[in-house]
């Protein structure tokens, strides 16, 4: 009888909210990225607006848009004086920070892909868990969506520079963390912008940075070290990654490019690291590192399945999983440092 009373007491204590928040978190997702795509936050970091004058500057119906502004005030997104006809609406100040298009702490260009790619494509991750292909543009149409966006500069400039808002306080992070003391030069492979180079260069002058990518995305980054005033501190070295030896320099840094790959390529771009490294050198790897128990990380687990959606075989991986594969190409010992959020740099010694 005991035994029962307990039962029943755990019982009463089971709660579905969890189950119906996770399994309608779609409802959420979409009001946020609506709201990223309508330029709400971007109008809002100019001055708090009524409801009304938020309807007439982004073109809503008369329906349901004080259910929308509303629910983004519930969510935590927007911030409201009065209800409905007297509401006066302003952001959050995280919204304020980092959704705002104007600041170049907006993070909102990976949300704007987002609403506008992906969240399509996910409605099929069954299909891509049933038969691991991608389920992207080049299951629609045939085409690369990335090898489209490279044949386009200003697409590519936009997209360039809406990914490294995200990435940019990892940079920081990364940059004020490590010791960079034992070296003198710095290689970043699949560069981009140039970001991560400008940030140690502005922090560790004596560091002497490539930034290694494309010739379309060269041109581009140039154009970005210059406006930043680090021309003679950053050089910008066009490649193939796949194709080309990396430039030697005592580390060689790579963010968000061995999870695009599968298991073998991702041991290519770790033996050409090593074999550009000196003795001592170091291979950074910044990347949502999946913990080792593979529980934890929900971020970092999610990003995994992206790859599944967009890639032919690219996945993430745990510290476990990056120190057995830079051991297998020669590397010495690895160590993990916590950056922002779920974001980590796996570091690997030659």
């Known amino acids: 009888m005991r035994v029962l009373e307990e039962k029943e007491i755990v ?43 938020v309807q007439s500057n982004l073109g809503l119906h008369n329906r349901a848009f004080y259910d929308f502004l509303d629910a983004l005030v519930a969510l935590g997104f927007l911030s409201r004086k009065g209800t ?4 006066v609406y302003s952001n959050a100040a995280d919204a304020d920070q980092f959704l705002d298009k104007n600041k170049p702490s907006y993070i909102g260009g990976i949300l704007e892909m987002a609403n506008n790619r992906l969240y399509p494509f996910w409605n099929n991750l069954e299909e891509g868990l049933k038969t691991g292909k991608p389920q992207n543009e080049i299951k629609l149409h045939g085409k690369d969506f990335f090898k489209e966006l490279y044949a386009d500069e200003e697409k590519l400039h936009e997209f360039i520079n809406a990914m490294s808002g995200v990435q940019m306080g990892n940079f920081i992070e990364f940059s004020k963390n490590f010791d ?28 002497n940075c490539i930034s290694f990518d494309l010739p379309e995305v060269s041109t581009i980054a140039a154009d970005i070290i210059k406006n ?75 990003i995994s399945l992206n790859m599944l959606i967009e890639t032919e075989a690219g996945y993430d991986f745990t510290f476990a999983d990056f120190t057995k594969l830079v051991k297998e190409e020669g590397f010495n010992e690895a160590s993990i440092i916590q950056l922002t959020g779920p974001t980590s740099a796996a570091i690997a010694y030659k």
């Open 180 to 207: 960079f003391s034992h070296f003198n030069s710095l290689c970043d492979i699949g560069g981009a912008g140039g970001y991560l180079t400008a940030q140690i260069a502005k922090d560790h002058p004596q560091i």
């Open 11 to 53: 019982a009463k204590q089971i709660d579905p909210s969890k189950i119906m928040q996770v399994g309608t978190g779609f409802f959420a997702s979409k009001t946020l990225l609506t709201a990223v795509n309508l330029d709400l936050f971007t109008l809002l970091a100019q001055g708090e607006l009524s409801g009304k004058e």
């Open 228 to 302: 930043m005033g680090l021309e003679g501190k950053v050089k910008i070295q066009s490649g193939d990654f796949f194709v080309d030896k990396f430039p030697k320099a005592d580390m060689i840094t790579m963010e968000n490019i061995l999870h695009d790959w599968g298991l073998e390529d991702k041991k290519m771009l770790i033996r050409k690291a090593y074999e550009a490294l000196p003795e001592g050198g170091a291979l950074v790897v910044i990347e949502n590192i999946i913990d080792d128990n593979r529980c934890e990380n929900v971020f970092g687990l999610m």
């Open 84 to 87: 409905k006809d007297s509401a």
